[in-house]
């Protein structure tokens, strides 16, 4: 995320301003026409924007009028400047966008796609839905080829329904730094592709989803995601931190009833900013596999066999045993391992049962594997 | 790290040393990436061709094990060339004079010898670090896991501290954690030397504090490491909790894991899954899992971050601390009543200094970055900006040492071992999540073309791995990757179970074991009668 | 000889200026095609990533990816030639046993139908009667009438050193380095009122001026010669029969800025122009006139030619740009412009290949000459490329100002067999078309902006009475769907759909016809971010202006 700082001033302490819709506004240097103007909610539409993607300037449903300029500018990829007159929401304004949004239904072969397929799925079709775009007019050629040979079983590449705004492969190049993606030929057979046009996982895609997430018409879509799709209820979110390595993601974990259903990357996780990796995007649905242990197993003495047990049987057998390891060893037989996986409370409880209740410093973590 | 992962993005040149983070920390990665993009230069120190060193500016492919040589060599350069930050050095550390004066002997040319690189790299490498504005050092387990792990994190301290790389944006010696929690894991006091927030246990005022909060007077001796422990089960250690962890795994030498926790009185494993460990156990307990769960966990930048609950969990399973706790009142303690993870984590807030800013509530948001020492405390992203805890940083006077192990002619190869980008530790989890496999289904040993070429294997076919500790068949991939010599495996899959031939030695100050390096023989072998068949080989000589 | 291995054309390459181009070339000839080897050896060797390379190499036309694809002939299918049989020449060619292909106007509508087979263009009518030969020198203007740029390109051995010695070239350099300080240039530049001769029309003083005073290092000078307008093969004739005129203009336009390197980004389809240009940059250099030191100073100015690989939109001063460097030829967003962020994102001089050529006469004669050259107000001349129903076809320099009837009639001898002028293009096709009385303009921008059009680069392409208007249009059309770079929407998506409209897709009812072309028309021109999708309507929206019966019956014939 970029730039939404305090005001900068022109080096002599006077606060640099502009005029946006009739209103003196103040900007910091560097910000864009499009971000001073999100900061004062003019909700101008854009389909190729991300915030943390370099402006890109392709759907240009972001025109603003500028005083000066013979035609509107993209106000995604302008700087603002002192004294800069700006006008976001003309009639003529709104006309030409309401025409770009019907040219862009017109190219594909879905406007609505089921919300599962990621993060910004709907952004093409609130826009349509705002500019009252589905008209039918422009009718042609779609545009884009699917590619339903590509069986990996995460991101869906449904290109019938891509528009060419190109935030896949940049997400991929700038965010993700991974370059597995790129742009083929020209005009409207512009195609995403790897290279030479093969399956994913022969390119340099590592899976991390950032494509899929940042897709603003479910062109690309989490399979993962969409193959929950039926699951009754309604989607809520729940926000946490990703289970694997020590980066901390932020994700928003998907349900519906008791069912995980997919994972959201939190665009303002403070260590990810709303990057993911194959692990914390797809790797899941360990937590609701049948393998699962469902309650406490106690070896039996005579079978020398694990079996399922209460608590209350469990927890007394094992007191039991430790008990007794105390009386015929001491208290410092004892050993507590804790866990690099699991939260602070069970490490901090695990030490407490060592320390508190045995008296020793017997404890140790899994770092050291 | 001792810098926040923002900072990541920001340094002129970046030194990474045993990790291979575009596989194991992705998403940290990513910021490196887009510092590349901006013009950052990159050095990669590591045995094998990995992610990094693709887009590395200069590749060190050191031999396993020899990392100490290596940073001698880069610390006489940039002593030689007069690229200390010689402010630094005297504003903030000690003993500066005699560590030029003891680099001097090191040149690139003898470390050559030792870590097989070119001196014209290494000589390059010290010259990109050294005139670095913001000079950053990225470590992970590959610097760590060997018998001189320490000596290894210390000469990088040296080269950092030399160039004056310490409590600046984008600087630093920043080692990035494997684990979601396990910084958190050290933490909350789950170390043999300290109590929570890092107290050491000898400190008798320490010892007071946690008297005071527990009612229970601790031993003033350190305990005893997790790897002194096992090799101490059935002979002074006679019982074991282990909560999530899959020890007969992860562990180097299986065989001694194996034979150590079935020599325990009583072993009590808390996990999610019916793991190898928790089927030799007396007493297994269900754990929730991720999502299953509320509580607290740092990350590798010391952020402090909440878990959430978004499922209920399975059957009885309940969270960690409420088994330990409930297991505590059963041994008929007083003093362990909790009724919530917001509880237990609140009790740790009081107790420790690092957290001692921060409760459950403050925490929601995950803005803070310990240490938060009161309440109206920001957090500190970036250590060491005003000073060093301990007054002033010390360099340390290192000398090489050879692994534990070393090449023979009945085992001429170096195994090393790692982790995949689409599997993580031993699989429990993404073996259990649909697709994963899609990209990574088995295990191969990595092997250069000309070592299949010499050795007569084929890729694609089978090899035999072998060396005094055990013997395992493995499929052969051929790639240039692996350097000659040496081979990699990772140990997600069971019917690869590397670790039954690591563990030629510990680090003698961490106990951490040397999983990194070890000699192996290789020769090929026909295709498996059955998966998974492992050989027992003799112990010792 | 052995074939250069793949290490050896890399490493020849990799730290040369400005190397993708070249290399790609390299792989291109040596193989036929560019193998999936080849572009992996590329990737490595200058560290772009893979599936950017790839997705860049099917950006451009005449790169194949098919083995012997090189081999195959391309064929002209612009609007000209396919009046004059394009069609006729593919089947021919097929008969022949080849596998033609076709490619868009290649630049030498003078001499109809243009085949590139290799390195060589071929012209003729089938495939029995190709042959090659040099382009043609521009037909003599009518007495009296001064010329800038073509003054001395007639003279025999213009294209050789000493020939363009002979006539006092390299004397503005001399003059320029030996007795005159950057800013004196501009200063001369400036006051002549040279504008850029490719179409935008900034003043060249201006651009100079911009870049002297940009601060960043090294600057660089880019003689556009990526000629792609359809209808315009003025820039060919200007580098194939007087390269030094052009070289000459870009050192002074370096020793103007401070620049000390420089590019012609030559389009593909001039092939022999390439080695025109390299061995005249080669004699200049040889003699001291590029290179370090030149003419006895420390002003040092290193000149390279870069070719392009068939792509419109890199004539595009920015997409040029890209292309260039490497990277995809999308158009950049502007601002900032190349002045300060060109080349490498450094200071850069765009011109094109006639505005540099300018520079030495006016730098000889004076700015007051040079704006005395103009008719009426008008300052100087623009060289117009004049193709189609015309009797005689070619490149005529003409004083700005001249009526474009003049022109046509005068000049050229009008449309032969006594037919009469339906409608002309203006700027090639960019600027649409312009018929009726509207062809009372004079050919200066004022009067043409104010029919809707512009002169732009100067090509004019002429369409007598017997020609089906809709076809030429959607044949035009066709050009920019298939050159459209695929960056912006509205360009993207609007160039398609006219081209369906035209082929008689679309609304069957006239009204909802012309509103859906209207507002895509409007919709172009408003918000494409470059120039091509901003006059790519001009074609749709004078159709509709001109010719609503044939619209009519196009639409209501179903």
Known sequence: MKRNGTPSTNGKGVQLTMTLDGEKVAFTRGETVYEVAERHQKEIPTLCYDPRLEPFGGCRLCIVELEGARNPVASCTMKAEPGMRVRTRTAALEVQRRILMEMVASENRDTDVDPMHGYASQEMAELLDRYDARTGRFEGALSGESRPDDDNPFIKRDYENCISCYRCVRVCAEQEGDYAISVMNRGFHT??????????????????????????????GDLKALANKDVP???????????????????DVMTRGEKIVGVLPAMDGPANEGALCVKGQFAFDFVGHPDRLATPFIREEKSGQLRPASWDEALDFAAGKLRKVVKDHGRRAIY?????????????????????????????NCSRA | MSNPLADMDKPDVIFCIGTNMTECHPVAATRLKRALARGAKMIVADPRRIGLAEIADVHLPLRVGSDVSLLLAMAHVIAREGLMDQAFIDARTTQGEDFMEHVAQYTPEWAAEICECDPADIEKAALLYGGADRGAIYYTVGITEHICGVDNVQSLCNLALMTGNLGREGTGVNPMRGQNNIQGAGDAGALPNNYPGFQAVTVPAHQEKFHEAYGRKVDLATGMTKVTALDLCGDGIHAMIINGENTLVTDPDRHHCEHALKSLDCLVVIDIFMTDTAKVA???????????TDGVCTNTERRVQRLRAAVPPPGEAKPDWWIVSRLAQRMGWKGFEFESAKEVFNELCSLSPLYAGLDWDRIDRGEYQWPVPTRDHPGTPRLHEEGFENGRGIFKMLEYRDPEETLSDEYPMWLTTGRRLPQYHTRTQTGRSGGIDYLLSEETLEVHPDDIARLGLVDGGWAELSNPRGCLHVKVRATAKSPKGTVFASFAFEDVPVNVLTGGGYDPVTQTAALKACPVALKPVGPPLALGQVGVGARGF | MAEPGNDTLVEHWKDEPAPLLPLLHAFHERDGYLSEEALRAVSRGLRIPIADLFGTVTFYHHFSRDAAGLDRPRVCNGPVCSMRGAEVLLASLRAAGHDPMTMPCPGRCDEPVPVIHRGTVLTGRTAGTLVSGPSPLPPVPPDGVEECVFAGIRAPGRPTLAGYRSQGGYEALEQAVTGMTPAEVVDVIDASGLAGRGGAGFPTGRKWRAVADAPGEPKTIVCNADE????????????????????????????????????????YEYPETCDILEGAIAAAAAAGLLGDGILGTDFRFDLMVRRGAGAYICGEETSLLNSLEGGH????????????HGYENLPTVVNNVETLASAPPILVHGAEWYRGLGRADHAGTKVISLSGDIARPGNYEVPIGLPLRELLHGWAGGPPGGRAVQAVTMAGLSGGFLAGADLDVTLDEPSIRSKGSFLGAGGIMVFDDSRDMIRVTRESMEFFAEESCGKCFPCRIGTQRL???LEGQGPRAVDAWVDEVVDLNEVMKKTSACGLGQAAPLLTESLIRYFPDRVRAHVEKG
């Open chain 1, 336 to 364: 507590g391992i804790a866990s690099g996986r699991a939260p602070h409370e069970a490490a901090y409880m695990m030490q407490r049962f060592i320390r508190a209740g045995l008296g020793t410093n017997h404890i140790d």
């Open chain 2, 282 to 292: 007396d007493v297994v307990f269900p754990a929730t899992a991720w999502a299953e």
């Open chain 1, 191 to 220: 195609q995403i592709t790897t290279e030479f046009g093969g399956l994913l996982k022969d390119s340099a895609c590592t899976f991390c989803g950032q494509c899929i997430q940042t897709c603003p018409t479910g062109a690309l």
């Open chain 3, 228 to 267: 792609g307008e359809p209808g315009c093969f003025k820039d060919r004739v200007l580098m194939d029969h007087d390269p030094h005129g052009t070289i000459e203009g870009m050192a002074l336009a370096a020793y103007a800025t401070g620049a000390v390197r420089g590019f012609i980004y030559l389009r």
């Open chain 3, 329 to 340: 030829p999308f158009p950049r967003n502007r601002p900032p412009f190349p002045v300060t």
């Open chain 1, 233 to 251: 209820g309604e989607t809520e979110t729940t926000r946490t931190i990703c289970p694997y390595c020590g980066v901390g993601c932020t994700v």
């Open chain 3, 499 to 501: 081209v369906e409209r």
